[in-house]
């Protein structure tokens, strides 16, 4: 077991640290990486290694010291994917019994909202067989394109 005390959905994970001196985060050896996480203090071996369920928005990682602990907040790449554990080769719990919370699209703010109804719309798209928001955006993209140069030949272009 990888020693991480996370709660699920993903939020932070805490890593304590068993030690009877107070850590600094100068003591600390933090590596984050897209698929991999190693965390310990420095000259001892990790309390954490090992390779990420998935992968994760390396930029948008943080870490910081609370209480001899490590709390670490990951963003995953595939934020819709559920993880049944942070680190590979640990216990999985099972992400078929997680009940998500049930709330209404108008209680989410603007922003929120309309990140879900996008997720929704695509999901929908995607189901029918259909291009997706990001798809159609492309596509008209190009579309406009082709029209502000006639002179161009697009016969040859392979899309997709």
């Not at 310990?40 to 309390?47: C, E, N, S, T």
């Not at 559920?82 to 640990?90: A, L």
């Not at 189901?127 to 928001?133: F, K, V």
Request: aromatic letters at 8%; charged letters at 35%; a neutral charge.
């Amino acid at each position: 077991s990888s020693g991480i005390n996370a709660e699920w959905p993903l939020r932070p994970g805490r890593i304590p640290f068993d030690v009877n001196f107070k850590v600094k985060s100068k003591d600390c050896k933090v590596d984050i990486r897209e698929k991999y996480l190693s965390v310990g203090l420095k000259g001892h071996d990790p309390v954490v290694k090992g390779e990420l369920y998935g992968k994760i928005l390396t930029d948008e990682a943080l870490w910081h010291l609370e209480d001899n602990s490590v709390v670490l907040t990951l963003e995953k790449f595939n934020k819709v994917e559920w993880w049944g554990t942070i680190i590979k080769g640990d216990q999985e719990i099972s992400t078929k019994k997680v009940q998500p919370e049930n709330s209404k699209l108008g209680d989410l703010d603007g922003e929120t909202r309309s990140m879900v109804e996008k997720m929704m719309y695509d999901q929908r798209q995607k189901a029918a067989g259909l291009p997706t928001s990001d798809d159609e955006k492309k596509a008209e993209t190009m579309k406009r394109f082709m029209e502000q140069h006639p002179e161009m030949d697009f016969s040859k272009c392979k899309w997709g």
